[in-house]
């Protein structure tokens, strides 16, 4: 091999260590100016919001309403349904039989009872067990307790009818059980006709709560639409009025040639901001407002156990985050839209 090729050969070596070489230093030049411009993004961001601080609070208490408002609705939804749902569990169904209806007679309807696949549980009670239902509810009231002598007692046994109390899977689905209580020999044998069975109680307080649920679900959400385009067209004219104030830099930013991303960055950083505080007022008051709020909706019957246990436990934090998030999401997506509007004409 002669001189003049191998000249050629360590200079081909030579440009490719020195391209290697520039390859990694242009790499961590570009890593750093992408973080060194994000930075200053942040920068010009967090400027723009405290130098329109009276808007960016007026966007800022909107969106905290309008995530209440979600809260609220969330809330309202799941505890009412839970209600409902927790009333029906309790509902049971009384058949009323005729009085010293005895134990064997009793027996054979709960057996035939349970056949039926809605039914959950069945419980009897002879007249003789009732009247001892009633001497414990009447435990603290001496006046009944004064009249009750043998004789009332044996008048009062013979009076009470005998009772089936049933519990089954689906209050809304009592067919099965009308038609054996209403068809069946045995039944029909025993039934008192003179008191009807409990289908219906506690019916009108279920459908009650289950249209509250509703209600709140359908109204909550309307409302909070209303007060998202609200808070979205807040924070599109805060963002708005600060271009505007600032159109004679971002027209030096471009002739400078910084790219739409840059000019975009620092006002979507701005609503970012307002949205992040946004979401630790909403979560914060919505937290000390439920709490503060719970005992007063327990002790009204609603079950606001699930909701508490959310609460109380590390599920805390993402509760939080969700609000964080919610509002991030609310500020970028008005800001992006009056940005893109103001690049698009220019």
């Not at 709490?291 to 002790?299: V, W």
């Not at 991030?328 to 893109?340: D, Q, T, W, Y």
Request: net charge positive; aromatic share 8%; charged share 25%.
């Amino acid at each position: 091999m002669t001189d003049k090729e191998l000249n050629k050969k360590d200079k081909e070596k030579k440009l490719k260590r020195v391209s290697k070489k520039s390859l990694r230093t242009m790499q961590r030049t570009r890593k750093r100016h992408v973080v060194r411009e994000k930075a200053r993004i942040v920068k010009y961001g967090t400027r723009g919001f405290s130098r329109n601080i009276w808007l960016s609070s007026a966007a800022t208490v909107v969106m905290s309403i309008t995530l209440i408002i979600l809260f609220v609705t969330v809330v309202a939804s799941i505890i009412l349904t839970s209600t409902a749902e927790m009333m029906k569990d309790k509902i049971d169904i009384t058949i009323y039989f005729k009085p010293t209806t005895s134990e064997s007679a009793l027996a054979d309807l709960e057996e035939l009872m349970r056949e039926d696949s809605n039914v959950k549980s069945v419980e009897t009670s002879t007249s003789q067990e009732e009247y001892e239902k009633f001497l414990v509810e009447n435990a603290n009231s001496d006046e009944v307790l004064n009249i009750l002598d043998d004789e009332m007692k044996e008048l009062m046994i013979g009076k009470m009818q005998s009772t089936m109390r049933i519990k089954v899977y689906d209050v809304d689905d009592l067919t099965s059980v009308k038609r054996l209580v209403e068809e069946d020999e045995l039944f029909e044998k025993y039934v008192d006709k003179e008191k009807a069975p409990t289908y219906d109680v506690n019916r009108a307080e279920i459908n009650t709560i289950t249209s509250w649920a509703r209600i709140a679900r359908t109204g909550g959400i309307i409302l909070a639409a209303v007060f998202l385009v609200i808070s979205i067209l807040i924070i599109f004219s805060t963002i708005r009025m600060a271009i505007f104030s600032r159109r004679e830099e971002i027209y030096m930013m471009k002739l400078v040639g910084a790219d739409k991303g840059f000019i975009r960055g620092p006002f979507l950083v701005e609503a970012e901001i307002c949205g992040i505080i946004a979401g630790v007022i909403a979560g914060t008051v919505s937290y000390f407002g439920f709490k503060f709020l719970s005992p007063k909706l327990a002790g009204y019957g609603i079950d606001v156990g699930s909701i508490n246990q959310v609460l109380e436990s590390n599920q805390l934090i993402l509760v939080f985050l969700v609000f964080i998030a919610a509002g991030v999401i609310i500020g970028r997506l008005s800001a992006r839209l009056a940005v893109s509007k103001y690049l698009n004409k220019t």
